[in-house]
C-alpha cells in the first residue's frame, strides 16, 4: 500500500510545482501608459509594452512613445556595421540586425570623438568633452552628468563600468531633473540653445523605474511641422510626466521606426547614414 501512496503524493508535487512555475511566469503588470487612447501605433508582449502617439498642435508635429520594459537588459543600442566604430548605415539597416519593435537615432557617436561612451556595458572609449551625458544604469534608472570641467575620462569610464552602467550618450543638453525643467548653462556649447531656435528633436526621458519617454519632432517641413525650441521640447516633457529627460542628436538624423517603417517624415527627405540607434 505504501508504493502507490508514494506514487500519488510524487505525482501531486510534481503538479504543485508546475503550477508555481507557472504563477512566476505570469505577464508583467504594466503601468498606464503617459499616451492617451486612441493610441496610433502600439505593441505589447512579455519583455514590452509600447504605445505611441502621432501629435500635430500648432506648426509642429512629433510622436510620443511611451516604454515600459520587464528588464533593463532590454534597453539596447544597436551599432552601425552591427561593432564599435563600423561603417555608417541608416537606421533601417542597423535596427534590421536586432529583434526590436521600435528605434530612435541615438547621440551619433561614431560623428565626433568626444565624451566616455558605453554601449550595452562595454566601454567603447573615453575622451574630453563639453557635453552632457546621460547614464543608464544596470536597475535601468537614468541620471545626466552636466559639468564636465573636472572631469579624468579615463577614471571615469573606469568608475562607470566598475558600477556596470549599461549605457550612456554623449549629447545634450539636458532637459528634466527631478520632475523639473533646468535652466540651461552657458558653458554648453554643444547646440544652440537659444529659444528662438527651432529644430527637429529626438529626446529620451524617464518617467519611473523601467518606464520611458521619447519625444521626436518633425521640422524643417512648411505646412507640416516647423521644429520645437528646447525650452518648448522641456515643457512636453513635464506635460507627460518625465523625471528626468536628455536631448539627443537631432536635425536630419531625427527619426523615429517602428516595426519596420519610419513613421516620422526626416527633414532631408531620407534617412542619414547613423553610428547608431536605441533600441526596444
Known amino acids: 500500500?505504501?508504493?502507490?501512496?508514494?506514487?500519488?503524493?510524487?505525482?501531486?508535487?510534481?503538479?504543485?510545482?508546475?503550477?508555481?512555475?507557472?504563477?512566476?511566469?505570469?505577464?508583467?503588470?504594466?503601468?498606464?501608459?503617459?499616451?492617451?487612447?486612441?493610441?496610433?501605433?502600439?505593441?505589447?508582449?512579455?519583455?514590452?509594452?509600447?504605445?505611441?502617439?502621432?501629435?500635430?498642435a500648432g506648426d509642429i508635429t512629433y510622436f510620443v512613445a511611451d516604454i515600459q520594459l520587464a528588464s533593463p537588459a532590454d534597453f539596447k543600442v544597436a551599432l552601425s556595421g552591427g561593432k564599435a566604430n563600423g561603417n555608417l548605415e541608416s537606421l533601417t539597416t542597423i535596427?534590421?540586425?536586432?529583434?526590436?519593435?521600435?528605434a530612435i537615432n541615438g547621440d551619433d557617436y561614431g560623428a565626433h570623438k568626444y565624451g566616455t561612451i558605453i554601449r550595452n556595458g562595454e566601454l567603447i572609449?573615453?575622451?574630453?568633452?563639453?557635453?552632457?551625458?546621460?547614464?543608464?544604469?544596470?536597475?535601468?534608472n537614468m541620471s545626466v552628468i552636466t559639468d564636465r570641467s573636472n572631469e579624468t575620462p579615463r577614471a571615469l569610464g573606469k568608475r562607470l563600468i566598475a558600477e556596470k552602467v549599461w549605457q550612456t550618450f554623449e549629447f545634450g543638453p539636458e532637459l528634466i531633473r527631478d520632475g523639473h525643467?533646468?535652466?540651461?548653462?552657458?558653458?554648453?556649447?554643444?547646440?544652440?540653445?537659444?529659444?528662438?531656435?527651432?529644430?527637429?528633436?529626438?529626446?529620451?526621458?524617464?518617467?519611473?523605474?523601467?518606464h520611458y519617454i521619447i519625444i521626436v519632432v518633425d521640422g524643417r517641413q512648411d505646412g507640416y511641422s516647423s521644429g520645437?525650441?528646447?525650452?518648448?521640447?522641456?515643457?512636453?516633457?513635464?506635460?507627460?510626466?518625465?523625471?528626468?529627460?536628455?536631448?539627443?542628436?537631432?536635425?536630419?538624423?531625427?527619426?523615429?521606426?517602428?516595426?519596420g517603417e519610419i513613421i516620422n517624415q526626416p527633414s532631408g527627405g531620407e534617412e542619414r547614414y547613423m553610428s547608431d540607434t536605441i533600441c526596444f
Open 1 to 56: 500500500m505504501k508504493k502507490p501512496f508514494f506514487k500519488w503524493a510524487s505525482s501531486l508535487i510534481s503538479m504543485m510545482m508546475l503550477l508555481g512555475m507557472g504563477a512566476s511566469a505570469t505577464a508583467t503588470e504594466w503601468q498606464s501608459p503617459c499616451t492617451t487612447e486612441p493610441y496610433d501605433y502600439q505593441y505589447q508582449d512579455d519583455a514590452r509594452y509600447i504605445t505611441i502617439n502621432r501629435v500635430s
Open 95 to 102: 535596427v534590421s540586425r536586432t529583434n526590436a519593435v521600435l
Open 125 to 140: 572609449r573615453s575622451n574630453n568633452t563639453t557635453r552632457n551625458m546621460l547614464i543608464v544604469d544596470a536597475d535601468g
Open 181 to 210: 525643467d533646468v535652466e540651461f548653462s552657458e558653458a554648453f556649447d554643444v547646440i544652440s540653445t537659444n529659444p528662438e531656435r527651432k529644430e527637429p528633436r529626438t529626446a529620451i526621458g524617464q518617467i519611473g523605474p523601467l
Open 228 to 259: 520645437i525650441s528646447l525650452q518648448d521640447l522641456q515643457q512636453l516633457f513635464l506635460q507627460y510626466g518625465a523625471q528626468t529627460a536628455m536631448n539627443l542628436d537631432g536635425g536630419g538624423s531625427t527619426e523615429i521606426w517602428f516595426q
